[in-house]
């Protein structure tokens, strides 16, 4: 890491969560590296009985449970979880694998990322992630693959890209064999945005994101 990257400032993270967490250790597992300037400061997940604990040196993160059925209405859900997501400090959301939809308040407005197993605007949408994606990408005959970070917004997945990583789909592929490929992906690309994010590098005109 350089002497500038030293001196700066970790960028507080708030990471949400829906599966079993392998990106919050893959994140975890940087940042114990020295190789992405972030800080978690945060862990939400919507199911907790599938979190997993995500160590950096002898610090533990322990989800943070909050479920979409245990209130009134998305609305009310995300502002929940918004609000403690403000109260850890956390200047960036990280979504990683969430699979409810989060109402963006304006003060989050290109302060939440989402990373999805597809090439985008291709084969995404409502419906679409995990092995849906893999197996819509095989179907269509498509040769490349890969995976997209993007700037979350109200809708699915429409907002501005900030990276993207390709990976090639074999002739025998299966959706299970392209899905470990993409996730293989997905690790380098997570970290690689989120660390733009650290450097104050993100800009954004319109739909498009130009890297400063």
């Known amino acids: 890491m ?3 990257a030293s001196a700066r400032q970790p960028l507080p993270i ?5 599966g079993g967490g392998r990106t919050i250790q893959n994140l975890a597992d940087r940042i114990e590296a020295g190789t992405l300037d972030a800080e978690i400061v945060c862990v939400v997940s919507s199911q907790p009985k599938r979190y997993k604990v995500a160590a950096i040196g002898d610090r533990t993160f322990d989800a943070i449970p909050m479920r979409l059925r245990e209130y009134a209405s998305r ?5 929940a979880v918004l609000d403690v997501v403000r109260a850890s400090g956390a200047q960036l959301i990280v979504l990683a694998g969430w699979l409810n939809k989060l109402v963006i308040p304006s003060d989050f407005h290109g302060k939440v990322i989402n990373i999805h197993p597809g090439l985008l605007p291709s084969f995404g949408g409502q419906g679409m992630f995990g092995h849906h994606v893999h197996e819509a990408v095989l179907a269509s005959g498509c040769k490349v693959s890969g995976c997209t970070v993007h700037i979350a ?3 699915y997945d429409t907002g ?3 990276v993207q990583q390709c990976v090639p789909v074999a002739e025998d592929d299966t959706p299970d064999t392209l899905a470990a490929r993409v996730f293989e992906a997905e690790c380098e ?8 994010f650290a450097e104050g590098r993100v800009h954004v005109e319109g739909n498009v994101v130009r890297i400063g």
Not at 75 to 79: G, L, R, T
Not at 189 to 196: D, F, T
């Open 14 to 18: 708030a990471v949400l969560v829906s």
């Open 160 to 162: 501005p890209i900030v």
């Open 189 to 196: 690309a997570y970290p690689r945005a989120i660390q733009l």
């Open 75 to 79: 609305d009310e859900y995300s502002d």
């Open 153 to 155: 917004d109200d809708e």
């Open 2 to 4: 350089t002497d500038q």
